[in-house]
Protein backbone atom coordinates (compact mmCIF):
# COMPACT_ATOMS: atom_id res chain seq x y z
CA UNK A 1 0.00 0.00 0.00
CA UNK A 2 2.67 2.39 1.03
CA UNK A 3 4.39 1.81 -2.18
CA UNK A 4 1.71 2.68 -4.31
CA UNK A 5 1.58 5.72 -2.38
CA UNK A 6 4.47 6.52 -2.78
CA UNK A 7 4.10 5.51 -6.46
CA UNK A 8 1.43 7.48 -7.28
CA UNK A 9 3.37 10.13 -5.53
CA UNK A 10 6.28 10.05 -7.83
CA UNK A 11 4.24 10.07 -11.17
CA UNK A 12 2.58 12.91 -9.94
CA UNK A 13 5.70 14.52 -9.15
CA UNK A 14 7.03 13.01 -12.09
CA UNK A 15 4.22 14.49 -14.47
CA UNK A 16 4.50 17.92 -12.65
CA UNK A 17 8.28 18.15 -12.89
CA UNK A 18 7.54 17.59 -16.69
CA UNK A 19 4.97 20.08 -16.93
CA UNK A 20 6.99 22.77 -15.31
CA UNK A 21 9.74 21.91 -17.63
CA UNK A 22 8.14 21.71 -21.15
CA UNK A 23 4.67 24.31 -20.44
CA UNK A 24 4.00 26.81 -18.30
CA UNK A 25 2.25 25.13 -15.25
CA UNK A 26 0.00 28.91 -15.29
CA UNK A 27 -2.03 30.05 -18.23
CA UNK A 28 0.36 32.76 -19.93
CA UNK A 29 -2.59 35.15 -20.23
CA UNK A 30 -4.57 34.63 -17.07
CA UNK A 31 -2.30 33.12 -14.07
CA UNK A 32 -4.79 30.69 -13.59
CA UNK A 33 -2.60 27.05 -12.46
CA UNK A 34 -3.29 24.22 -15.46
CA UNK A 35 -2.84 20.71 -14.65
CA UNK A 36 -2.53 19.54 -18.34
CA UNK A 37 0.35 20.86 -20.95
CA UNK A 38 -1.11 23.80 -22.38
CA UNK A 39 -0.15 27.43 -23.13
CA UNK A 40 -3.57 29.26 -22.52
CA UNK A 41 -6.73 28.44 -20.39
CA UNK A 42 -9.65 27.23 -22.01
CA UNK A 43 -11.19 30.16 -20.60
CA UNK A 44 -9.00 32.51 -22.07
CA UNK A 45 -8.54 30.31 -25.39
CA UNK A 46 -12.50 30.92 -25.43
CA UNK A 47 -12.21 34.41 -25.23
CA UNK A 48 -10.08 35.04 -28.52
CA UNK A 49 -11.72 36.79 -31.46
CA UNK A 50 -11.63 35.19 -34.30
CA UNK A 51 -11.97 37.15 -37.94
CA UNK A 52 -15.62 36.06 -39.01
CA UNK A 53 -14.33 37.94 -42.62
CA UNK A 54 -10.55 37.12 -42.23
CA UNK A 55 -9.24 37.92 -45.93
CA UNK A 56 -8.35 41.10 -45.40
CA UNK A 57 -7.29 42.42 -49.09
CA UNK A 58 -6.76 40.15 -52.70
CA UNK A 59 -4.57 41.54 -55.45
CA UNK A 60 -2.72 39.75 -58.15
CA UNK A 61 -1.49 36.58 -57.06
CA UNK A 62 -1.58 37.55 -53.33
CA UNK A 63 -4.55 37.49 -50.54
CA UNK A 64 -3.82 39.05 -47.71
CA UNK A 65 -5.23 37.35 -44.16
CA UNK A 66 -5.61 38.45 -40.18
CA UNK A 67 -6.96 35.26 -38.36
CA UNK A 68 -7.91 37.29 -35.22
CA UNK A 69 -8.66 40.77 -33.33
CA UNK A 70 -5.90 42.09 -32.22
CA UNK A 71 -7.15 42.87 -28.74
CA UNK A 72 -7.24 40.81 -25.25
CA UNK A 73 -6.21 37.77 -24.97
CA UNK A 74 -4.37 37.59 -28.34
CA UNK A 75 -2.60 40.90 -28.19
CA UNK A 76 -1.43 39.93 -24.73
CA UNK A 77 -0.17 36.35 -25.74
CA UNK A 78 1.28 38.42 -28.86
CA UNK A 79 3.35 41.16 -27.04
CA UNK A 80 4.61 38.05 -24.83
CA UNK A 81 5.38 36.23 -27.50
CA UNK A 82 7.65 38.82 -29.20
CA UNK A 83 8.78 40.98 -26.47
CA UNK A 84 9.17 39.11 -23.56
CA UNK A 85 11.20 36.07 -24.38
CA UNK A 86 7.59 33.38 -24.82
CA UNK A 87 9.33 31.44 -27.67
CA UNK A 88 7.66 28.80 -26.66
CA UNK A 89 4.11 30.13 -27.77
CA UNK A 90 4.73 29.57 -31.11
CA UNK A 91 3.70 25.81 -30.28
CA UNK A 92 0.09 27.40 -29.41
CA UNK A 93 -0.07 29.45 -32.30
CA UNK A 94 1.08 26.97 -34.60
CA UNK A 95 -2.36 24.57 -33.96
CA UNK A 96 -4.27 27.59 -34.30
CA UNK A 97 -2.72 28.39 -37.77
CA UNK A 98 -3.09 24.89 -39.21
CA UNK A 99 -6.80 25.29 -38.25
CA UNK A 100 -6.94 28.28 -40.46
CA UNK A 101 -5.21 27.30 -43.26
CA UNK A 102 -7.50 24.40 -43.53
CA UNK A 103 -10.39 25.69 -42.79
CA UNK A 104 -10.06 28.54 -45.78
CA UNK A 105 -8.36 26.05 -48.11
CA UNK A 106 -4.95 27.84 -48.16
CA UNK A 107 -3.29 25.19 -50.61
CA UNK A 108 0.60 25.88 -50.53
CA UNK A 109 4.09 24.14 -51.47
CA UNK A 110 6.32 27.02 -49.32
CA UNK A 111 6.76 28.44 -45.92
CA UNK A 112 8.21 31.72 -45.30
CA UNK A 113 7.93 35.01 -42.85
CA UNK A 114 8.87 38.16 -42.06
CA UNK A 115 12.89 38.78 -41.98
CA UNK A 116 14.14 41.24 -39.28
CA UNK A 117 17.26 43.29 -40.25
CA UNK A 118 20.64 42.43 -38.57
CA UNK A 119 20.43 44.70 -35.90
CA UNK A 120 16.56 43.81 -35.13
CA UNK A 121 17.71 40.39 -34.50
CA UNK A 122 20.45 41.12 -32.42
CA UNK A 123 18.22 43.32 -30.00
CA UNK A 124 15.66 40.21 -29.51
CA UNK A 125 17.58 36.94 -30.02
CA UNK A 126 14.95 35.48 -32.27
CA UNK A 127 12.31 36.22 -34.74
CA UNK A 128 8.69 35.37 -33.70
CA UNK A 129 7.89 34.88 -37.16
CA UNK A 130 10.49 32.56 -38.12
CA UNK A 131 9.66 30.53 -34.96
CA UNK A 132 5.83 29.87 -36.55
CA UNK A 133 7.14 29.41 -39.99
CA UNK A 134 9.55 26.83 -38.59
CA UNK A 135 7.11 25.31 -36.63
CA UNK A 136 4.38 25.01 -39.71
CA UNK A 137 7.11 23.40 -41.71
CA UNK A 138 7.72 20.84 -39.29
CA UNK A 139 4.29 20.20 -39.24
CA UNK A 140 3.13 20.17 -42.74
CA UNK A 141 6.64 18.82 -44.33
CA UNK A 142 6.97 21.71 -46.72
CA UNK A 143 10.37 23.29 -47.36
CA UNK A 144 11.12 26.90 -45.63
CA UNK A 145 12.71 29.41 -47.66
CA UNK A 146 15.07 31.87 -45.44
CA UNK A 147 16.88 33.73 -48.02
CA UNK A 148 14.91 36.81 -47.40
CA UNK A 149 16.69 39.30 -46.25
CA UNK A 150 15.46 42.90 -44.69
CA UNK A 151 19.07 44.68 -46.19
CA UNK A 152 17.98 48.28 -44.59
CA UNK A 153 17.22 49.16 -40.91
CA UNK A 154 14.05 50.44 -40.52
CA UNK A 155 12.44 53.58 -38.01
CA UNK A 156 10.09 51.58 -35.43
CA UNK A 157 6.63 52.00 -37.39
CA UNK A 158 4.57 52.20 -34.30
CA UNK A 159 4.34 56.00 -34.59
CA UNK A 160 4.34 56.34 -37.91
CA UNK A 161 1.51 57.57 -39.99
CA UNK A 162 0.29 54.88 -42.74
CA UNK A 163 2.38 57.62 -45.32
CA UNK A 164 5.40 57.29 -43.34
CA UNK A 165 4.99 53.55 -42.79
CA UNK A 166 5.59 52.55 -46.50
CA UNK A 167 8.07 55.02 -47.67
CA UNK A 168 10.36 53.66 -44.42
CA UNK A 169 10.21 49.81 -45.05
CA UNK A 170 10.09 51.01 -49.11
CA UNK A 171 12.65 47.98 -51.05
CA UNK A 172 13.37 46.85 -47.10
CA UNK A 173 13.49 43.56 -48.27
CA UNK A 174 14.63 41.13 -50.66
CA UNK A 175 14.47 37.09 -51.74
CA UNK A 176 16.91 35.16 -53.89
CA UNK A 177 15.90 32.58 -56.04
CA UNK A 178 13.61 31.21 -57.52
CA UNK A 179 10.69 28.99 -56.66
CA UNK A 180 7.73 27.40 -58.01
CA UNK A 181 4.92 27.26 -56.60
CA UNK A 182 1.97 28.57 -53.49
CA UNK A 183 4.35 30.20 -50.66
CA UNK A 184 2.50 31.17 -47.38
CA UNK A 185 4.37 33.87 -45.56
CA UNK A 186 3.73 34.47 -41.70
CA UNK A 187 3.43 38.04 -39.42
CA UNK A 188 2.21 38.34 -36.22
CA UNK A 189 -0.02 41.78 -36.38
CA UNK A 190 -1.30 43.02 -39.51
CA UNK A 191 -1.77 47.08 -39.07
CA UNK A 192 -1.82 49.21 -41.93
CA UNK A 193 -0.40 46.31 -44.38
CA UNK A 194 2.89 48.36 -45.21
CA UNK A 195 4.94 45.69 -44.22
CA UNK A 196 2.90 42.93 -45.73
CA UNK A 197 3.03 44.75 -49.12
CA UNK A 198 6.77 45.17 -49.14
CA UNK A 199 7.34 41.63 -48.23
CA UNK A 200 4.95 40.28 -50.77
CA UNK A 201 6.27 43.44 -53.51
CA UNK A 202 9.81 41.07 -53.01
CA UNK A 203 8.66 37.53 -53.30
CA UNK A 204 6.14 38.85 -56.34
CA UNK A 205 10.05 38.58 -58.50
CA UNK A 206 11.05 35.41 -57.45
CA UNK A 207 7.85 33.17 -57.25
CA UNK A 208 6.49 31.71 -60.37
CA UNK A 209 3.29 29.72 -61.12
CA UNK A 210 2.26 30.66 -57.73
CA UNK A 211 0.00 32.66 -55.30
CA UNK A 212 1.56 34.08 -52.49
CA UNK A 213 -0.60 33.52 -48.69
CA UNK A 214 0.23 36.15 -46.17
CA UNK A 215 -1.26 35.20 -43.13
CA UNK A 216 -1.01 37.39 -39.94
CA UNK A 217 -2.15 36.11 -36.24
CA UNK A 218 -4.03 39.08 -35.86
CA UNK A 219 -5.34 42.51 -37.35
CA UNK A 220 -5.45 45.89 -35.47
CA UNK A 221 -9.13 47.74 -36.42
CA UNK A 222 -8.68 51.18 -35.84
ZN1 LIG B 1 -6.35 31.98 -18.73
Redesign the pocket.
Known amino acids: MQKEILNSFYNSYIKEFFLELFAPAH?T??G?KLYESKF??D??VKNIKFNEYPLILHEEMVYYYGMTRYEGVMEELIKKFKFEGYKVLSKFFSPLILNFIELNNIKFDFVSFVPMSKKEFRARGYNQTYLLAKDISLKTKKPIIENLYKIRETKKQTNLSKKERIENLKNAFIVEGEYSGNILIFDDVYTTGSTAKEVTKAFKKSIKNGNIYFVALSQTFN
Open positions: CVCKVCDC
